[in-house]
């Protein structure tokens, strides 16, 4: 029987996530995000980006023991096809760093215990077969041109290819056919794979969503599979070894182009749940290697069919990992304003107490209070962390910067706020803060006043 969890886990959302408009400015803060994600884990990256290049000279090298000498260009030019799959683990490191979590290269691999890892690996598999018959339309392509005829040597190849009638065609169909691949693959794996590593969605929905982004925004996204095209290209003129430098940066860039791409979740991102073991002894083998042999261990069925199926969001965070990840999707609400999806956030009869501003309760007087602030506050950038987590209370810090649309002057604040946690949104909102022009030195004092 298939399983169809891996088309569309099962309690997962069916509807698609909203996409949104993004432009040339938001391409350029994806970058500079990823590369300081690079630079803030150096060696994490480079360790994993080493592989890269290793399997590059593997192939390279491969190349003239065998008769493949005429696939050197496509097997080149089909690293890219893989290579959003090859960089999860840099989306789970950028991921984890924007949530304030402890990073080290180990971290890269906990994908494994991610819910959608079948999906993801499904995803992976489509990818190595669109490599598999790009291979084999080249050698199509190639033979068609040149025909099957004995082994060539490298230089010779090279000359026939640069100055033959036939070499110009095998040019020209060759990258045509290539740009059509690429095409392809950049629709379907650009958002599918941070996506997966996120949310707790199949791979349909996934590839969905990654070819509406890329529909939605035509300009924005062609520009950007230009400029990785362009980077790859140059990471591997030097026997490949600046992929150690461009996949990672890449990889980073990748995950922030993501967030703004996609309307973040306001619940909580699924996390990895073991299945407990029985405690077993030798007498039960085999018997304990597939079932517990305790009576103790063993719940009856009517009781398993009892609890509850708590769904996320439903509740509060109970880790400081989850609250963390509330506060992250939280903050991504503010980069652009989400109006309906920050109200949504909080319960019907929220209480609100923002600093000097009066106490208010209620969501509609929470919706006119961010309409207002949206308003004014443009370009904002924000960032929230997360700092304590006392039953359902949490407390966070935040520092942001943005344009005030009445004066035009570059605007920055700080502070410090708690929420009072309710069935999984923020029933009450107390805020103590400061802000000022970016020109002026804060005034820590007036805040803590």
């Given at each position: 029987m298939a399983n169809t969890d891996i088309i569309l886990p099962t309690g997962a959302t069916r509807e698609l996530p909203a996409v949104r408009s993004i432009g040339v400015r938001d391409l350029r803060d994806a970058l500079a995000m990823g590369l300081q994600d690079f630079w803030a884990m150096p060696t994490h990256v480079i360790f994993l980006g080493l592989i890269y290049p290793v399997i590059g000279l593997v192939l390279f090298r491969a190349m003239f023991g065998y008769d493949l000498i005429p696939?050197?260009?496509?097997?080149?030019?089909?690293?890219?096809?893989?290579?959003?799959?090859?960089a999860i683990g840099l989306y789970e490191l950028s991921r984890r760093r924007e949530l304030g979590l402890d990073t080290s290269w180990k971290h890269a691999v906990d994908i494994v215990h991610s819910p959608s890892l079948q999906s993801i690996a499904a995803l992976g598999f489509?990818?190595?077969?669109?490599?598999?018959?790009?291979?084999?339309?080249?050698?199509?392509?190639?033979?068609?041109?040149?025909?099957?005829?004995?082994?060539?040597?490298?230089?010779?190849?090279?000359?026939?290819?640069?100055?033959?009638?036939?070499?110009?065609?095998?040019?020209?169909?060759?990258?045509?056919?290539?740009?059509?691949f690429a095409a392809l693959a950049f629709c379907l794996s650009v958002v599918s794979f941070p996506l997966l590593l996120d949310r707790n969605v199949g791979v349909s929905v996934a590839i969905a969503t990654s070819i509406r982004a890329v529909l939605h925004n035509p300009v924005a996204?062609?520009?950007?599979?230009?400029?990785?095209?362009?980077?790859?290209?140059?990471?591997?003129?030097?026997?490949?070894?600046?992929?150690?430098?461009?996949?990672?940066?890449?990889?980073?860039?990748?995950?922030?182009?993501?967030?703004?791409?996609?309307?973040?979740?306001?619940?909580?991102?699924?996390?990895?749940?073991?299945?407990?073991?029985?405690?077993?002894?030798?007498?039960?083998?085999?018997?304990?290697?597939?079932?517990?042999?305790?009576?103790?261990?063993?719940?009856?069925?009517?009781?398993?069919?009892?609890?509850?199926?708590?769904?996320?969001?439903?509740?509060?965070?109970?880790?400081?990992?989850?609250?963390?990840?509330?506060?992250?999707?939280?903050?991504?609400l503010f980069m652009p304003w989400n109006v309906e999806a920050l109200v949504d956030g909080f319960t019907e009869d929220c209480v609100v107490r923002f600093g000097t501003v009066p106490e208010f309760r209620g969501r509609e007087a929470l919706r006119q209070f961010?309409?207002?602030?949206?308003?004014?506050?443009?370009?904002?950038?924000?960032?929230?962390?997360?700092?304590?987590?006392?039953?359902?209370?949490?407390?966070?810090?935040?520092?942001?910067?943005?344009?005030d649309a009445g004066t035009g002057r570059r605007m920055r604040g700080f502070g410090v706020e708690v929420w009072t946690m309710r069935d999984?949104?923020?029933a009450i909102w107390e805020a103590s803060f400061n802000t000022g022009p970016v020109d002026q030195p804060a005034d820590v004092a007036k805040m803590l006043g």
């Amino acid at each position: 029987m298939a399983n169809t969890d891996i088309i569309l886990p099962t309690g997962a959302t069916r509807e698609l996530p909203a996409v949104r408009s993004i432009g040339v400015r938001d391409l350029r803060d994806a970058l500079a995000m990823g590369l300081q994600d690079f630079w803030a884990m150096p060696t994490h990256v480079i360790f994993l980006g080493l592989i890269y290049p290793v399997i590059g000279l593997v192939l390279f090298r491969a190349m003239f023991g065998y008769d493949l000498i005429p696939l050197l260009y496509p097997l080149a030019a089909g690293f890219p096809l893989v290579g959003p799959l090859a960089a999860i683990g840099l989306y789970e490191l950028s991921r984890r760093r924007e949530l304030g979590l402890d990073t080290s290269w180990k971290h890269a691999v906990d994908i494994v215990h991610s819910p959608s890892l079948q999906s993801i690996a499904a995803l992976g598999f489509l990818l190595l077969v669109l490599v598999g018959v790009w291979l084999a339309v080249a050698q199509a392509i190639y033979e068609a041109n040149f025909g099957s005829d004995e082994p060539l040597k490298l230089m010779d190849f090279v000359q026939r290819v640069l100055t033959t009638p036939e070499g110009y065609k095998l040019i020209i169909v060759g990258n045509a056919v290539g740009f059509l691949f690429a095409a392809l693959a950049f629709c379907l794996s650009v958002v599918s794979f941070p996506l997966l590593l996120d949310r707790n969605v199949g791979v349909s929905v996934a590839i969905a969503t990654s070819i509406r982004a890329v529909l939605h925004n035509p300009v924005a996204m062609t520009l950007w599979a230009v400029f990785v095209a362009g980077l790859l290209v140059i990471g591997s003129l030097p026997f490949f070894l600046g992929l150690a430098i461009v996949v990672p940066v890449l990889g980073h860039s990748t995950w922030h182009l993501y967030r703004k791409l996609i309307e973040p979740d306001s619940s909580p991102r699924p996390e990895y749940q073991p299945k407990p073991r029985g405690r077993h002894y030798g007498a039960d083998f085999p018997v304990a290697l597939f079932m517990p042999t305790s009576p103790a261990e063993r719940k009856p069925a009517a009781m398993e069919s009892a609890e509850p199926d708590h769904k996320a969001g439903d509740r509060n965070p109970q880790t400081i990992e989850e609250a963390r990840a509330f506060v992250g999707h939280v903050e991504a609400l503010f980069m652009p304003w989400n109006v309906e999806a920050l109200v949504d956030g909080f319960t019907e009869d929220c209480v609100v107490r923002f600093g000097t501003v009066p106490e208010f309760r209620g969501r509609e007087a929470l919706r006119q209070f961010f309409l207002a602030r949206s308003a004014r506050q443009k370009g904002y950038r924000l960032r929230k962390q997360c700092r304590g987590l006392m039953n359902d209370v949490m407390t966070n810090i935040w520092d942001g910067e943005w344009e005030d649309a009445g004066t035009g002057r570059r605007m920055r604040g700080f502070g410090v706020e708690v929420w009072t946690m309710r069935d999984g949104k923020i029933a009450i909102w107390e805020a103590s803060f400061n802000t000022g022009p970016v020109d002026q030195p804060a005034d820590v004092a007036k805040m803590l006043g």
